[in-house]
Each structure stands twice: as structure tokens, then as C-alpha cells.
């Protein structure tokens, strides 16, 4: 009998333990506060703004990278604020080009193709021609077949570029790359060096400020040129640069 009446008593306390525990739970006031966009509000404030493509991965401050331009995708500019230039990408992997030397004796138009044979991130390889044509000089072409590597991530790249002409035996090498530092703001550095009986160089450091359609370059050049005009394999005359400038530079993206 006490027994029995023992466990009663411990039934019932059991009991009153669950029916307090639950007797908290439904005390729990649960409140819901909606949240509604007022008119001034815009989506750019909720949704976090998606960074844009670089659209100048495809050159360094005047080297072609293997990155080339997307299909239809297009640039126009100056090269050194006196050297306009344009290019088109045809296709992802294929990429045309023009630009214009006005030097002092020999002027010159160029033109250059570029396709790319190998991308898989964080390497692209691409091949192209330069065309030379003379525009004071009739008759007087050159052409340099080249190749260009690329290595990048989304903050930092590297490019290598060599190029070869058969006739001449001559010979360029640039080296270069970028580090992006702000958002719209990289470090650019493109050094190039041309064999020759001039061997002339062009070493250059400098800022590329840029948004989605275009970009400006600010930097310092440290260059040797020697530029000659011949007649009959004679030289006529010849204009030599040497020293430490300043690169001006922009482009229009479309």
C-alpha cells in the first residue's frame, strides 16, 4: 500500500514537472515585425552591387596580353597621348587591331591580328602578327610574328611577349604586368626591348585608373629610340630620344 501510494505521489509529481515545462513554452511570446521597403529605398541598397568585367585585362600600357577582347566586344585610344589605336574582337579567341606611329621622318601605319590558342584560368597563350607599312617610305614593310603568355588572377597578372622578324632577324621582348590596388585603381608596369644596331628600350611604371568603359593611364617612361629614315639604303636622316618622360594614355571601351 505505500508503496503504491509512493508511486502516485511520484506520478503526479513527474506530471506537473512536463505540464510546467510546457506551461513555459506557450508563455513564449513570439512577435514578427514586417519589413517593408519605404519609396526612397532603392535595390542597389539591399543588393549588394556585382563588380564589373575588367575590361582592360586585354593590354598593358601598350603590350597585348593573351587575354584578348570578347567577341564584338571593342576599344579605341592613345597610346602616349599622340598614337591613336584601335581594336575589335572578332570572336572570345580572336582579336584584330590598328595603330599609327607619327614619328618625326618615318611615319608608319601597323596593323596586328592576335589569336588565342590556350585559356584555362590562371593561364592564357595566344600568337599574332605585327604589320608594319611605311607611310613616307613606298614599299618599305616589316612584319614581327609574336607570342604572348599571361598569367592573372582577379588582382595581380603577369605577361610575357616576344616577337620575331624573319627577314630582318630582329627581335622584341616585353615584360610586364599589373597589380590591382583599389577597386578602379592599378599599379601597370610594360618594359620592353628591341634588338637592333640601336637596341632601343622603353621601361615604363605607372597608375590605370578605369571604370566599365574606359581607362586613363598616368605614369613615368624611361626610353632610348633611334628612329632613321633611308634613301636608296642610305641614311637620310635621324632622330634619336633618349631620357626619362611622361606616359599619358587612355581608352574608350565598347
Do not use: C
Request: without cysteine; negative net charge.
Amino acid at each position: 500500500m505505500i508503496k503504491n501510494i509512493a508511486g502516485l505521489f511520484l506520478f503526479i509529481i513527474i506530471l506537473v514537472g512536463f505540464s510546467n515545462m510546457f506551461a513555459q513554452v506557450d508563455s513564449v511570446e513570439i512577435k514578427y515585425y514586417p519589413f517593408e521597403l519605404s519609396d526612397s529605398t532603392s535595390s542597389s541598397e539591399i543588393i549588394e552591387k556585382q563588380p564589373y568585367k575588367d575590361p582592360t585585362r586585354s593590354k598593358l600600357f601598350m603590350a597585348p596580353t593573351a587575354k584578348n577582347l570578347e567577341a564584338f566586344s571593342g576599344m579605341v585610344g592613345l597610346y602616349a597621348f599622340i598614337i591613336p589605336y584601335a581594336n575589335l574582337g572578332i570572336t572570345d579567341r580572336i582579336s584584330i587591331g590598328s595603330f599609327l606611329f607619327p614619328l618625326p621622318f618615318n611615319s608608319s601605319v601597323a596593323f596586328n591580328g592576335q589569336v588565342n590558342v590556350y585559356s584555362n584560368n590562371p593561364y592564357d597563350i595566344a600568337t599574332g602578327v605585327f604589320y608594319f607599312h611605311s607611310l613616307k617610305n613606298s614599299g618599305v614593310d616589316s612584319y614581327f610574328l609574336y607570342g604572348v603568355a599571361t598569367t592573372s588572377t582577379n588582382n595581380r597578372m603577369v605577361n610575357i611577349l616576344s616577337g620575331f622578324n624573319p627577314l630582318t632577324k630582329n627581335y622584341f621582348i616585353s615584360i610586364g604586368g599589373e597589380i590591382k590596388v583599389a577597386d578602379e585603381i592599378k599599379i601597370v608596369t610594360d618594359n620592353w626591348y628591341f634588338s637592333s644596331d640601336e637596341n632601343n628600350i622603353f621601361f615604363s611604371l605607372g597608375l590605370r585608373f578605369f571604370e566599365e568603359s574606359y581607362s586613363f593611364d598616368l605614369g613615368a617612361v624611361v626610353t632610348k629610340i633611334t628612329e632613321r629614315d633611308f634613301d636608296n639604303n642610305q641614311i637620310k636622316s635621324e632622330f634619336k630620344m633618349a631620357g626619362i618622360g611622361v606616359w599619358i594614355g587612355f581608352a574608350i571601351y565598347f
